[in-house]
């Protein structure tokens, strides 16, 4: 398999497998696990992989056999109606079942049981699958009126630098305000905002597109990657330092510094599963990673919604450390089978068994 392909296919893929063990502490850690023990603190730092997984997108976007503003539009509108679907499974079907722990609707300050309108909040929660779709939207524009690589790299530091100004901005109508909210919001109805999170997409398009001009040389692509992914991280982090709070201390809406910290941090990430993919012969954690890869999208549906399902059952927040470590594996384990399930039915019934791409220009990756 070639190596570059093999890279961005385990860096996806890792970035994947963490989200079981991330959301199994979120949903069901206590509140010391999560903030106070050794375990809490590795899985909140493994959080941070969100940006590899989104520069991985990016530079995938730039193999997509077809790249028109229309199919770019498209799929947009297809990932959004699949992130509110699976936000339609994983809360509102528990909660119309009556399943649903009332700690967790407490969480949000409300009194159980849900009302309409707070199912139609957690209905709307913007998540990995909203920036995806409007990433897409941005993607296809950007793509469509200019393919020179530097654009994309300008526009994400433009991105970056914007978006502290423009964070919470709103109009006062109803509706209006939550595409706003989706594209900028302060707010956690939505986790993951167009600004700044498509930045790191658009720094992923810029290496998409610099491995096109450089004849398709792997190990330049990469020395340039870790070379551009240390100069982020510096500046970044040069920022951070001097006012913490303003640039990082909320991982959902960083400020410039923090955006760019995490770019650098993402690169460097991603060039480091490049150099594993070049000194590691194959294995079975490659394997696993590898087959996670092309299974983004449904893995990413399955792990949430068996996760919130699970939560129906042994409560929301309540195990301690050790039962979280516990529950872990269990949980990759449920998911995993399902997603084997999944894959079972969609090759029965659908476009067949997916395997893990062989040529990166025949894959979009879309979440």
């Not at 799929?75 to 109606?81: D, E, T, V």
């Not at 914007?162 to 909210?181: E, K, N, S, T, W």
């Not at 490659?286 to 983004?296: A, G, T």
Request: aromatic fraction near 16%.
């Amino acid at each position: 398999m070639n190596k570059r392909i093999q890279a961005i296919d385990l860096a996806r893929g890792a970035s994947t497998s963490m989200l079981v063990v991330i959301h199994t502490l979120w949903m069901y850690g206590d509140q010391h696990t999560q903030a106070s023990t050794l375990l809490g603190s590795i899985v909140h730092l493994m959080g941070k992989g969100t940006g590899m997984f989104l520069i991985t997108m990016g530079f995938s976007f730039t193999f997509s056999r077809n790249q028109s503003l229309k199919l770019s539009f498209r799929r947009g509108f297809i990932l959004l109606a699949v992130g509110y679907g699976m936000n339609f499974l994983k809360f509102i079907v528990p909660t119309v079942a009556g399943v649903m722990p009332d700690n967790f609707i407490k969480a949000y300050g409300w009194t159980p049981p849900a009302t309409f309108e707070n199912m139609l909040y957690m209905l709307s929660t913007g998540d990995i699958l909203q920036l995806a779709g409007l990433s897409l939207f941005l993607m296809g524009v950007v793509n469509h009126f200019s393919k020179n690589k530097y654009v994309p790299l300008v526009l994400a530091i433009i991105v970056a630098a914007i978006a502290p100004f423009v964070r919470g901005v709103r109009v006062g109508v109803q509706g209006v305000d939550y595409v706003l909210d989706l594209l900028w919001g302060v707010h956690y109805n939505v986790y993951f905002t167009l600004f700044p999170w498509v930045a790191f997409i658009l720094a992923g398009i810029f290496f998409g597109r610099l491995y096109q001009d450089v004849g398709r040389d792997i190990g330049l692509t990469f020395k340039r990657m870790w070379q551009y992914g240390l100069v982020f991280l510096v500046v970044g982090g040069a920022l951070c330092l001097y006012d913490f709070k303003y640039h990082f201390a909320d991982f959902f809406h960083l400020g410039f510094g923090g955006t760019l910290y995490l770019i650098g941090f993402s690169l460097l990430l991603t060039w480091f599963a490049h150099w594993l993919s070049t000194v590691v012969k194959p294995n079975k954690v490659f394997d696993f990673f590898l087959y996670l890869s092309p299974r983004v999208t449904s893995f990413y549906i399955i792990q949430w919604v068996m996760v919130c399902w699970g939560m129906c059952i042994v409560g929301f927040q309540r195990f301690n450390a050790s039962e979280v470590l516990i529950t872990m594996p269990i949980m990759m384990a449920i998911c995993l089978g399902v997603q084997w399930l999944w894959d079972r039915v969609k090759g029965r019934f659908g476009k067949g068994k997916p395997k893990a791409p062989k040529k990166q220009e025949k894959e979009l990756v879309t979440a």
